[in-house]
């Protein structure tokens, strides 16, 4: 091959600019690819006891890492020469229809994460097409958010006080403020051992120490709005100063059982989510006190560590109920693909807190947009690879998981 000399009408082509994007945030989200991506830049935008509060769990954290390892185990099974060029990642979800069979979970203390906090969220997924669940530990109260955005999609997530007349107080405000589905979490008997929180003196809110002083000349962006933005108010209570493990267990009642459900059904009428189930029995009891869905769940690794794993619980949650209640699982959920591979193991759809709360601190209300555009972009893409067209498709056995080690 004889070299030579490029002439200038060789490289103008190849020489092109694109246009400064001026704001820093778009810049930012538009780097990110992955949802690993946008956990990145959550770490370096956000106090260290902030984020680990988010990306923690309890314990040794072996509840969280199985949740990932499981969702490595699963292998889709392709079908090829199908058309797929155009899918529909639409499905219901508990009676109602989802751009994607995905659920946006109750997140406690979301503002503590973003000063834009549940609104902001709740605009991202009214964009989706998706259901918003507002925790009971949410920062935003149900009636602010309903002013705030009152079209999305809205659930209201509730504990079990140890003042049932308080709880019976969450239920008929969510009635009142038009959530068409209630979520009742149940794996919550006592608060779990989140050691990440311990070690760096996590408080609610986060107080100015000489540890947070230091940290906040790192991340002034993030004590800029927080000081200078209305004090945190939760959902369930106007004010509390302490650790997350003293709230928790002013909040969890320890002698919560299956008749609360029946006493639930006397206080809401409309659709039921039982949330935090892990056992088949346990799936049915609950389905049969009243639930319309249950959701497979060990509180992402928050609760009990070494617990089992909710994408390994699905087949035999399914054949228990699968015929009498739509069956939901979350817990390791971080792209489209994992989505698909949920569905495709026989899931409804899914749920995501900290995904979703990745983008809310990389980059605020576009940070999840920009996180739900990427979980979009990825599921249709594994559907289309996979060679179905709709999700009713992908739910017929088409992945398994792989024996642990092969």
Same mark, same amino acid.
């Given at each position: 091959?004889? =070299? ?25 989200? &538009? ?8 956990? /990145? ?6 106090? =260290?006891? #902030? ?25 889709? /099974? ?32 979301? =503002? +503590?994460?973003?000063?834009? !906090? ?16 507002? %925790?009971?530990?949410?920062? @935003? ?10 079209? #999305? ?22 009635? &009142? ?5 209630? +979520?009742?979490?149940?794996? @919550? ?9 311990? =070690? ?11 540890? @947070? ?33 003293? /709230? %928790? ?79 939901? +699982? ?56 996979? !060679?179905? %067209? ?17």
């Amino acid at each position: 091959m004889k =070299r030579r000399i490029p002439r200038w009408r060789d490289l103008s082509p190849l020489l092109t600019m694109k246009k400064f994007e001026i704001s820093p945030t778009t810049r930012r989200l &538009a780097r990110a690819v992955t949802v690993e991506d946008l956990r /990145l830049a959550a770490r370096a935008r956000t106090p =260290r006891a #902030v984020f680990d509060y988010t990306d923690g769990g309890a314990g040794e954290e072996l509840s969280m890492a199985r949740a990932r390892t499981a969702f490595s185990r699963v292998e889709f /099974l392709p079908s090829v020469l199908r058309d797929v060029s155009v899918v529909d990642p639409s499905t219901d979800i508990v009676g109602r229809r989802a751009e994607l069979p995905l659920v946006l979970g109750p997140t406690g203390f979301t =503002r +503590m994460m973003h000063y834009l !906090g549940e609104p902001a969220v709740a605009r991202a997924a009214e964009r989706a097409g998706l259901p918003y669940v507002l %925790s009971t530990m949410g920062t @935003t109260p149900p009636e602010r958010l309903a002013e705030e955005v009152p079209n #999305v999609r809205r659930w209201f997530q509730l504990y079990l006080w140890r003042d049932r007349a308080a709880s019976a107080d969450f239920v008929q405000r969510a009635k &009142a403020t038009g959530c068409d589905t209630l +979520m009742l979490t149940v794996d @919550t008997p006592v608060g779990g051992p989140r050691l990440r929180d311990q =070690r760096n003196g996590m408080t609610i809110p986060p107080q100015l120490t000489m540890r @947070t002083f230091f940290d906040g000349a790192r991340h002034p962006h993030w004590w800029f709005n927080f000081l200078f933005t209305e004090p945190l108010e939760f959902a369930s209570l106007k004010h509390f100063n302490g650790t997350v493990a003293e /709230l %928790s267990n002013i909040v969890f009642d320890p002698t919560a059982s299956f008749a609360d459900i029946d006493w639930l059904r006397t206080q809401w009428d409309g659709k039921l989510v039982i949330k935090g189930v892990q056992l088949p029995d346990d799936a049915a009891r609950a389905v049969a006190a009243g639930a319309d869905a249950v959701v497979i769940s060990n509180h992402g690794g928050r609760q009990l560590d070494r617990s089992p794993t909710p994408l390994e619980q699905l087949e035999s949650v399914l054949e228990t109920v699968g015929d009498r209640a739509e069956v939901y +699982m979350d817990g390791g959920v971080r792209s489209g693909s994992d989505i698909a591979a949920a569905v495709g193991l026989g899931a409804q759809g899914v749920m995501i807190g900290r995904a979703y709360l990745y983008g809310l601190m990389a980059g605020g209300e576009k940070g999840v947009d920009r996180v739900l555009e990427i979980m979009r972009a990825e599921f249709i893409n594994s559907m289309q690879l996979i !060679g179905v %067209s709709t999700v009713d498709e992908l739910r017929k056995q088409r992945a398994r998981l792989r024996p642990p080690g092969v």
